[in-house]
Each structure stands twice: as C-alpha cells, then as structure tokens.
C-alpha cells in the first residue's frame, strides 16, 4: 500500500520568491548509444523517437574501466552502473559519489531529457526509461529522485534490462487521485515560472525549499545545474512530473531483481515511502536509511552512500 502522504518535492506556493561548485570527475562526456533494448512506450515526444522507433541517444558521462570494441567503439569492463540524476540537475551533479562509484566499474552518468546535453528531448517517463537503457543497456541501475522514478519505469518495462535496481529518494507515485492532480497543478505553475523567471534564481528558491535543508552549498552542484536549459526544465516537469506519473503502487510485486532503497532519515516522506514500497515489492527490496542526511543523502553523505551501493552490488 502506498504511503497517505503525497510526495512532496515540490513546495505548496512555487509562486512565491525565495529571498558551489561541483566535484569534477574524471570522465567522458558524450552521446551515449548504449546496446541496450528500448521495450518501454514513449508518449508523444519532440527530438525523441515515435513509438517503436529507435530511442534518441541521451548525452551522458562514462567514467570508471572503458576498453575499445571490436567495432572500434568504446564497451564496460564489467557489468556498468547507470546514474539518473535528479529534477534541476545532470551527469556532472553526482559531485564525489560518482568518482567513489567508478573506481572499480564502470559508470554511466544519463542527463535525462529536459537536462544537460539532453535539453532538446522531450518525452514521458516511460520514453525516458527507453532512453536510459538504450545509454546503459543491461547492467545495474541508480535513480535519485525523477531519475529513480525513471529507473523504476524501466525496470518495469524491461527488467531482463535490469540487475540491481537501486532508488534514492524516489517514489512509486501518488495514489490519490486528487493529491495527484494538485501536484500537477503545481507542476505547471513551476513550468510557467521557469519561462519567466532567470534560472539562478529559480535555482537559489529550489534549493531553499525545507526538502533540502541538510544539503550543503557544496553538495547542491549548483554549477552544474545552471548549465540546464530553463525550457528543458519546464517540458520535464509537464512530462515527467510525479504530478503526470501513474501510480505504479500495484505493480511493484513484479519486480523480481533486488532493489535497494535509500532514504536520509532526515527525509521523513520518503523514508515512509521507501518502506511502503519495500514491503509491496516483497523479500527483493532492502531498506537503508543514511543518518543525518535528507533527500539528498548520495550528496550530504557520498562516502556513506557509495559503500552501500557498492556493498548491494558486489
């Protein structure tokens, strides 16, 4: 059952005002064109695919152990990690985690449609989850936030796609039909103001938002979210909003590959989220809970999380 709270990543008011610098890693940006299938059904998209067609490659990061194909293009060594960033962000805004991650596997960090590289795609989650296996292709997979979201899509729609499956600070949707469509009333609003309001300010609100209080000047990579493209933004949260989500609450007993869900015990929604949706998903699904953080716990405790990742993988 989910959760009676709706998810709040979002204040109630977007309308009202509010009154960094990433870690660099050592990486590759390119056009990701990952081998793997693109199953999911994406909605009507501009820059992206129609249906059945093949998924428009999403700009990505590729760091950790690379080696030449015979084809002459570049393949993991070992099973790769694919990153989905959350709203407001892109590849560059895992800061140290993402080094932390690629020291021993290699890693692909997606800027998601909307983001980054990926400004000019514009699709719906399950258009995205096409997207992002098609950059990672069959290996594991982390998700914070809209890219949890992403990532749970995914591993609905494809999950002989998907080894591990690990969420950070995401939700299986709103439940409520009502709560939902207030939440996608509040979508728009902040879509509207991103069309009007200069991105470093609409940026500096974000962030003050009590949902990230706990984070840091350093770990809110601000530079790196200010290299989005403020319309890309807005298309994202009309298309990809948990206001515009289905709930996906009665099928999580589908998934059958392990799934590890983090939550910053400081992050109370979402830790209760994490729970309901660990006991709809049944004995796959581990809980863990970072102390001290909130919702950005892989940003506030990188080192903390990057063992549980790594320790869920091995």
Same mark, same amino acid.
């Given at each position: ?8 990543e979002?204040?109630?008011?977007p309308? =009202?005002?509010?009154? %960094? ?5 050592? @990486?590759?940006?390119s056009?990701?064109r990952?081998s793997?299938p693109?199953?999911?059904?994406a909605?009507? *998209? ?6 059945g ?8 990061v590729? @760091?950790?152990?690379w080696?030449?194909g015979?084809d002459?293009? *570049?393949?993991?060594d070992g099973?790769?990690l ?6 407001? =962000?892109?590849?560059?805004?895992w800061?140290p ?10 890693v692909?960090?997606?800027?998601l ?5 990926s ?7 399950w258009?995205?989850?096409t997207?992002?296996?098609?950059a ?5 997979y ?7 979201r992403?990532?749970?899509?995914? @591993? ?14 995401a939700?299986? %949707? ?24 200069p ?5 500096t ?14 770990g ?5 979210r ?6 890309g933004?807005?298309?994202s949260?009309?298309?990809? %909003?948990?206001?515009? =989500?289905e709930?996906?609450w ?6 059958t590959?392990?799934?590890?869900l ?12 994490a729970?309901?949706m660990? +006991?709809?998903?049944?004995?796959s699904?581990?809980? @863990? ?7 950005a716990?892989h940003?506030?405790?990188a ?6 990742? +790594?320790?869920?993988l091995?």
């Amino acid at each position: 059952m989910p959760p009676d709270t709706a998810d709040p990543e979002v204040p109630a008011d977007p309308s =009202q005002p509010a009154p %960094g610098t990433p870690c660099a890693a050592t @990486a590759t940006r390119s056009t990701a064109r990952g081998s793997g299938p693109g199953a999911g059904t994406a909605g009507a *998209t501009v820059g992206a695919h129609p249906p059945g067609g093949t998924p428009a490659p999403l700009a990505a990061v590729h @760091a950790g152990p690379w080696r030449p194909g015979p084809d002459g293009a *570049t393949q993991p060594d070992g099973v790769p990690l694919t990153l989905a960033h959350g709203f407001t =962000q892109n590849a560059a805004a895992w800061g140290p985690l993402l080094d932390d991650l690629a020291g021993d596997r290699p890693v692909v960090a997606v800027d998601l449609p909307g983001h980054g590289g990926s400004s000019h795609i514009h699709t719906d989650l399950w258009g995205a989850a096409t997207m992002v296996a098609a950059a990672g292709g069959t290996g594991d997979y982390l998700g914070y936030s809209l890219g949890g979201r992403v990532c749970l899509h995914l @591993a609905l729609a494809q999950p002989h796609t998907v080894r591990h499956l690990v969420l950070v600070g995401a939700t299986a %949707g709103i439940a409520d039909p009502a709560a939902r469509a207030a939440r996608r009333a509040t979508d728009e609003a902040l879509a509207d103001r991103l069309a009007t309001e200069p991105l470093e300010q609409f940026l500096t609100w974000w962030l003050a938002q009590p949902l990230f209080r706990t984070l840091t000047p350093d770990g809110a990579t601000m530079a790196a979210r200010l290299t989005n493209r403020p319309m890309g933004l807005a298309t994202s949260l009309r298309s990809c %909003g948990t206001g515009t =989500q289905e709930p996906l609450w009665d099928r999580l007993h589908t998934l059958t590959m392990p799934v590890l869900l983090i939550a910053g015990v400081l992050d109370v929604r979402f830790t209760v989220a994490a729970l309901a949706m660990a +006991r709809a998903i049944g004995p796959s699904a581990t809980v @863990a809970l970072v102390p001290g953080a909130g919702h950005a716990s892989h940003l506030e405790r990188a080192a903390y999380v990057g063992a549980l990742v +790594r320790s869920f993988l091995a």
